[in-house]
C-alpha cells in the first residue's frame, strides 16, 4: 500500500476513536502523510497546533478539580484533629475553599478558550484538507466541530463534536489519489502558446495559391515580373 493509502486510513481509524490518546496519534501521523502528499503545511501544522491546545485545555480543568478536592480534604482533616470548629477557624476555611472554587472557575473558563481555539486550528486544517483534496466532506466536519466547540459548554456540543470526527473519516476512508487539486492535467495552461514546430515551419513556407501565373514563380512562390520566362530567385523556367 502507498504513503498515502496508509496516511488515509490512519487518519480514518483515528478520527474513529476520537477522544483516545490512540485516536490522536494515529490521527497525526495520518495527517503528516496527507500534508506531505498534498504539499500543504497547514494540513499538518494546524492540526498539530489544535492538539496541543486541547491537552493544555483538558489538563487545566482537571488540575483545578484535583487541588479543590485535596483542600477540602486536607482543611476537613485539620479541622478535626486539633478540634478547630471555632468561628475563626471555619471563617477561615470557608474563605480558602471559596478562594479555590473561584480558581477552578477561572481555569474552565480558561481551557473552554483554549478549546475554542484549538477547535478553530483543527477546523482550518480541515478546511485546507478539503481545498486540496476535493472533498466537501472535510468542510462538513469542520463546521460541526466549530459548532460543537460553541455548544459544548452546554454539552450537546461534545456529541457534535463527535459526529463531524465521524464525517471526517468516511472522508478519509473516501480519499482519492488522484483528485489532487481542481484544474485539470491534461488541459494546457491558461496563456498556453502553440511551441514553433517543423509542421508550422512548413505551412509557412508552402508557396501562395498562384491565381495569376505571371505573377509568382509555381516552383518557390517568389514574385516575378509578369512577362518573365525564368524566375529569378531559383532559375527555374515559368
Not at 478539580?65 to 485535596?70: H, N, R, S, W, Y
Amino acid at each position: 500500500m502507498s504513503n498515502f493509502g496508509t496516511s488515509k486510513i490512519l487518519a480514518g481509524i483515528g478520527s474513529l476513536l476520537y477522544g483516545t490518546i490512540i485516536g490522536i496519534i494515529l490521527v497525526l501521523i495520518g495527517m503528516k502523510g496527507l500534508s506531505e502528499h498534498y504539499k500543504d503545511k497547514r494540513i499538518y501544522d494546524g492540526f498539530v497546533k489544535g492538539v496541543i491546545l486541547l491537552i493544555i485545555g483538558t489538563i487545566l480543568p482537571i488540575a483545578g478539580g484535583i487541588t479543590l478536592l485535596f483542600s477540602v480534604l486536607s482543611g476537613g482533616l485539620i479541622s478535626s484533629s486539633y478540634g478547630i470548629y471555632d468561628s475563626y477557624g471555619s471563617s477561615a476555611i470557608a474563605a480558602g475553599i471559596i478562594g479555590l472554587i473561584a480558581v477552578v472557575i477561572v481555569c474552565f473558563i480558561v481551557a473552554f478558550i483554549l478549546d475554542l481555539l484549538a477547535v478553530r486550528y483543527i477546523k482550518n486544517c480541515f478546511h485546507a484538507l478539503a481545498e486540496r483534496s476535493n472533498t466537501p466532506l472535510f468542510h462538513t466536519a469542520a463546521t460541526l466541530m466549530w459548532v460543537g466547540a460553541i455548544l459544548a459548554i452546554i454539552g450537546i456540543g461534545f456529541f457534535l463534536i463527535w459526529i463531524g470526527f465521524i464525517i471526517a473519516a468516511i472522508g478519509f476512508f473516501t480519499l482519492d489519489e488522484k483528485t489532487v487539486g481542481t484544474e485539470n492535467a491534461s488541459a494546457p495552461p491558461q496563456g498556453y502558446t502553440q511551441p514553433y514546430s517543423h509542421t508550422t515551419q512548413q505551412s509557412n513556407t508552402q508557396p501562395p495559391p498562384t491565381g495569376d501565373k505571371a505573377n509568382f514563380c509555381p516552383n518557390c512562390g517568389a514574385s516575378v515580373r509578369p512577362n518573365a520566362t525564368f524566375c529569378a530567385n531559383c532559375g527555374k523556367q515559368i
